[in-house]
């Protein structure tokens, strides 16, 4: 009888708490919390500071829509930043102005895989006493001696099938080296159970799955080798579209030295980027938009006052943007057409 009834459940089971470890130790925290996914995983980290209702939380204008979705859900206001227009992500400076007495967290976002300036961003938050929570969900595996996740109080990470490090299904993790902290996160994905039994927070199931877990722990020792790939891929583009930059009519991402981009995307930026996308489309290439409409032009923001032309540079993005494919399982022949095919929409 004991063999047929199990007494550990596949929940929150062994296969979790491997991965968790494991991915601690990627990352190089102390430890992860496998999350429902990187939403759950913002929010359940905003939830464990105790932000909500009156408090501010700062994030760049051109992020994806879940990190704002995460600010509002706990009932803080986002304030957003409008990003550097030559790295596309959250600076000191603009971050610096945003500041008030109400701001409680910033939320930097490591945009298409390249890491925020982070010495200066924890610098100045340590100075106002703010916390740093980073969106680490398209940067698994980005480093700049530390890697990803574990620069702030709070790494969020997702396992979106699209990401880096990606489950057959939703999935996400928080990271951090705070114990508190990330024992808040293990009973607010779980109830608010402490205990078995003991409920001591109104909070949401958000667990990882097991079987997430099972494919994400064989994933992860890939990582490093998946993100060198994505980087040659990266140089490869840069080489061969290097002229339609000079040109002036296509601007291509900068590659920062060593590991410090994870290019989850590589993003191009172009005035024509809507005919573009539909040339590369009729010859078979999918180029994708990340993302057409800014969070702060969306429905779900329009009580925060924000309007069109408060993020030029966010703005600008949302209209010129478009992601050449970039995944690691790429070959070299691949990669030469989608570049003759770039080629052949300039010079037609
Ligand atoms: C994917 C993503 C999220 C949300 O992750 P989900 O797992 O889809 O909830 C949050 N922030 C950024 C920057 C993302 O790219």
């Given amino acids: 009888l004991k063999r047929m009834v199990p007494e550990e459940t596949p929940i929150l089971g062994e296969p979790v708490s491997a991965f968790e470890r494991e991915f601690a130790t990627q990352v190089g925290t102390a430890h992860a919390v496998g999350v429902g996914s990187g939403t759950d995983a ?28 995460a600010i509002l859900t706990v009932g803080a206001r986002p304030v957003l930043v409008d990003p550097d227009p030559d790295t596309l ?7 610096v102005r945003a500041l008030t007495g109400s701001t409680r967290a910033v939320i930097p976002v490591h945009l298409y895989g390249r890491l925020c300036p982070m010495p200066p961003i924890l610098e100045v938050c340590a100075q106002h006493d703010v916390s740093v929570i980073e969106d680490a969900a398209q940067a ?9 996740g574990a620069f702030g109080r709070l790494g969020c990470f997702s396992f979106h ?13 928080v990271t951090t080296n705070d114990s508190e902290l990330a024992g808040t996160i293990r009973e607010l994905r779980n109830l608010g159970q402490r205990r078995k039994h003991e409920f001591i927070h109104v909070a949401p199931n958000s667990k990882l799955d097991s079987l997430q877990a099972v494919v994400l722990r064989v994933k992860l020792r890939y990582l490093d080798r998946w993100n060198t790939r994505r980087r040659e891929i990266a140089a490869f583009y840069a ?6 930059e000079r040109d002036g009519v296509l601007e291509l991402p900068e590659l920062p030295r060593g590991e410090e981009h994870a290019f989850h995307l590589f993003a191009v930026h172009s005035d024509r980027r809507d005919e573009l996308r539909q040339f590369l489309k009729e010859h078979g ?7 057409p409409v800014p969070p702060h032009l969306q429905p779900m ?8 032309g408060d993020f030029p540079v966010a703005e600008a993005s949302a209209r010129r943007e478009l992601s050449l494919p970039i995944a690691p399982e790429l070959d070299d022949a691949q990669l030469h057409f989608v570049c003759k095919n770039v080629h052949g929409f300039f010079h037609a």
Wanted: aromatic content about 6%.
């Fill in 301 to 308: 923001t329009r009580g925060l006052g924000y309007g069109r």
């Fill in 285 to 291: 290439i999918n180029a994708g938009v990340h993302y």
């Fill in 89 to 95: 992500t959250l600076g000191p400076d603009g971050l």
């Fill in 161 to 173: 099938p699209s990401k880096n490090l990606g489950a057959f299904g939703d999935g996400g993790a």
């Fill in 140 to 148: 698994h595996g980005a480093r700049d001696g530390r890697a990803a």
């Fill in 239 to 244: 080489r061969e579209l290097a002229v339609l």
């Fill in 42 to 69: 913002l929010v359940l980290s905003l939830r464990s500071l105790g932000i909500g209702d009156g408090d501010e939380v700062i994030t760049a204008a051109n992020t994806f829509a879940a990190t704002v979705t």
